[in-house]
């Protein structure tokens, strides 16, 4: 069972920053695919964006593109999401995940595992 990790997250002013990450304990052919996604207090959890770990394809919501960069460290099975210009609107639990391969729907239901999310909270 791959068991995943969050850490990074914290209170920030509107317009800072905050770098994410996310550890694994093993990737493998059924991790192909990683993204960090989001769930704000009465909303429904989103997408955020995701990267191939094979080939470093990498997509973003529509939202977020400006702001947000994924990366992944293979060699240490790290996962990162650097965010800037924070706005109040960021504020959520991140949450990462892993499927066997990526999609542009950045959809959360084919995702097999999941961390126990890191929470982001931006004050105006």
């Known amino acids: 069972q791959v068991q995943l990790a969050e850490s990074g997250g914290g209170s920030v002013q509107a317009g800072g920053s905050l770098k994410l990450s996310c550890e694994a304990s093993s990737l493998n052919y059924n991790t192909n695919c990683m993204g960090w996604f989001r769930q704000a207090p009465g909303k429904e959890r989103e997408g955020v964006a995701s990267v191939t770990t094979g080939t470093n394809r990498t997509y973003y919501d529509d939202s977020v593109k400006d702001r947000i960069s994924i990366s992944l460290e293979n060699a240490e099975k790290k996962l990162y999401l650097h965010m800037t210009n924070l706005k109040p609107d960021d504020t959520a639990q991140y949450y990462c995940?892993?499927?066997?391969?990526?999609?542009?729907?950045?959809?959360?239901?084919?995702?097999?595992?999941w961390g126990q999310g890191t929470q982001v909270t931006v004050s105006p």
């Open positions: 995940a892993t499927k066997p391969y990526c999609t542009v729907s950045l959809r959360t239901d084919p995702y097999n595992f």
